[in-house]
C-alpha cells in the first residue's frame, strides 16, 4: 500500500464550487505539506503543517484553506474555484526535525483538479 | 529571498551522459537534493548530498557540489529511456517561508533511442 495517498485523482468542477482534495499517510510522520504544480512553474508550496495544532501559509495560499484532522490526514479545501485554480496538487510528508537533519518529503501521487 | 534555479529542457540520446544544473542562493542550507518525477506520479527522493560534500557518487549518478558559486548538478550516466523525468533541486530552508524546501521549476529530461 502507498504510504502517502490522494483522493480524488483527478477532479473536474465548475467555477465557484467548493471542493475539498484530501491527503492520508501512514507514515507516522509530523509534518505534510499540500503543493501545487503547474506547466513551467514547478512546485509552489500553498500550507504546510509541522504537527496537528499548527498551521503555516505557504508561497501561495490566497484562495486555499486548509484543515488537520489527525496526525495522519491533512485536507487542502478550495472555498470558491477559479479557473486558474487549474492544476496537478500533491501532498508530501516529512520527518525533519532541524535544520541539521535531513529533510526528505515524501510525496503523493497528485490530484490533477480542473475547474471549467 | 531563497531560491533555486535550473533550466527547463535537457535533451539527450540514449547512452550519452546527461547533466543538469541547478544554482541555489542559501549558503546555510544544510542538504541539497535531487528529486525526480516520471510522468503522472508525484516526486521521489532520488539522492542528496551534504553541505560539507563536494561529491557523492550512487551507481549512474553523481552529484557535484560547488559552495562557493552556489551550484549543483546532477550527472546520470549511460542516459536510459527510463531516466525520462523530471527532476527536481532542492535546498533545506527550516524554519523558511517556503516550509523546508525550496524546489526548483525543474528539468525535463527528454532521452531519445
Known amino acids: 500500500d502507498a504510504d502517502v495517498t490522494q483522493t480524488p485523482r483527478n477532479r473536474i468542477t465548475k467555477t465557484g464550487k467548493r471542493i475539498m482534495l484530501e491527503c492520508s499517510q501512514t507514515?507516522?510522520?509530523?509534518?505534510m505539506y499540500w503543493y501545487r504544480q503547474d506547466p513551467g512553474l514547478g512546485l509552489r508550496l500553498i500550507y504546510y503543517s509541522f504537527d496537528v495544532k499548527d498551521i503555516n501559509k505557504g508561497e501561495i495560499s490566497d484562495g486555499y484553506s486548509v484543515s488537520r484532522q489527525a496526525q495522519a490526514k491533512f485536507s487542502l479545501s478550495l472555498e470558491s474555484a477559479i479557473p486558474n485554480q487549474t492544476a496537478l496538487y500533491f501532498c508530501a510528508t516529512s520527518d525533519g526535525l532541524s535544520r541539521k537533519t535531513r529533510e526528505t518529503q515524501y510525496f503523493g501521487p497528485g490530484t490533477r483538479l480542473l475547474v471549467l | 529571498g531563497e531560491d533555486v534555479e535550473q533550466s527547463l529542457f535537457l535533451s539527450v540520446r540514449e547512452g550519452d551522459s546527461s547533466v543538469i544544473n541547478c544554482t541555489y542562493t542559501d549558503s546555510s542550507s544544510t542538504y541539497l537534493y535531487w528529486y525526480k518525477q516520471e510522468p503522472g506520479a508525484g516526486l521521489q527522493l532520488l539522492t542528496y548530498i551534504f553541505s560539507n560534500m563536494d561529491m557523492k557518487q550512487d551507481q549512474r549518478l553523481t552529484v557535484l557540489l560547488n559552495k562557493k558559486d552556489k551550484h549543483l548538478s546532477l550527472r546520470i550516466a549511460d542516459t536510459q529511456t527510463g531516466d525520462s523525468a523530471i527532476y527536481f533541486c532542492?535546498?533545506?530552508?527550516?524554519?523558511?517561508?517556503?516550509?523546508?524546501?525550496?524546489f526548483g521549476k525543474g528539468t525535463k529530461l527528454s532521452v531519445k533511442p
Open positions: 532542492a535546498e533545506s530552508n527550516p524554519g523558511g517561508s517556503q516550509g523546508n524546501l525550496i
Open positions: 507514515k507516522g510522520h509530523d509534518r
